[in-house]
């Protein structure tokens, strides 16, 4: 079955440094990845998607990388702040383009320290 | 901004009570998603549509139903809540064919005792 791994352990970076989150995934070739944040008590909120054909994709102090050789993906924060402090979620798509939802990580809660 | 709302934060049921979950989105997407969200098991789907009248089981359906008759609504039903339905359930909505960029709500933490 699909498998989907991120840090399980919570993640402490310094303020200003960049953060890096990993998702790992077997079983399965997603046509695209998704990265979501979520905030205690709150629903996840989508930050990017990545394609299989994209190596890599930017927003702001955001990054994400796609290899699909490897099934990872690399999600980096840059200049980090206090702010940045949350649980990301990386979610695939498993259905094969159809409408069928994401699978979702369990998620790496970041920690940016000031 | 699209706006998907639950209609309650918190709920608190008893033991084999009915409940009713509702979740209204404002964009007009075709596809609406139900999960439930737990310590350590990570979103889990229940149930999902991509139109009205229609639905599909997802990952973990047992125990729950769910109604979508009107194309922004998408009701989750507990028919006899259990215990071990004690959760975050959080509703999603998403646009077209695929499944990119979910919108969520922002959840409904209810707790059967």
């Known amino acids: 079955s699909q498998k989907i791994e991120q840090n399980s352990e919570a993640l402490n970076i310094q303020e200003g440094k960049t953060a890096t989150l990993t998702c790992n995934y077997t079983?399965?070739?997603?046509?695209?990845l998704q990265w979501y944040r979520q905030d205690p008590g709150r629903g996840p909120v989508f930050l990017l998607l990545?394609?299989?054909?994209?190596k890599e994709k930017r927003k702001e102090r955001l990054k994400v990388t796609f290899d699909t050789t490897l099934k990872q993906s690399l999600f980096h924060i840059t200049a980090s702040q206090p702010a940045d402090s949350a649980t990301y979620l990386c979610a695939l798509d498993v259905s094969g383009g159809g409408a069928d939802g994401l699978t979702f990580g369990k998620g790496t809660h970041l920690i940016i320290q000031p | 901004d699209v706006k998907v709302t639950q209609s309650s934060r918190y709920l608190v049921k008893r033991t084999g009570e009915k409940v009713f979950l509702e979740c209204v989105q404002d964009?007009?997407?075709?596809?609406m998603f139900w999960y439930r969200q737990d310590p350590g098991l990570g979103l889990r789907l229940i149930y999902f549509s991509y139109d009205v009248k229609m639905k599909e089981k997802g990952d973990i359906p047992e125990g729950y139903s769910v109604s979508r008759e009107k194309k922004e609504r998408f009701s989750l039903i507990l028919e006899s809540a259990s215990t071990n339905q004690t959760s975050m359930y959080l509703c999603?909505?998403?646009w077209g064919v695929g499944n990119e960029k979910l919108f969520f709500g922002s959840g409904t933490q209810l707790s059967v005792l």
């Open positions: 999603a909505s998403s």
């Open positions: 079983n399965y070739s997603p046509a695209y």
């Open positions: 990545i394609r299989e054909n994209e």
């Open positions: 964009m007009d997407h075709e596809n």
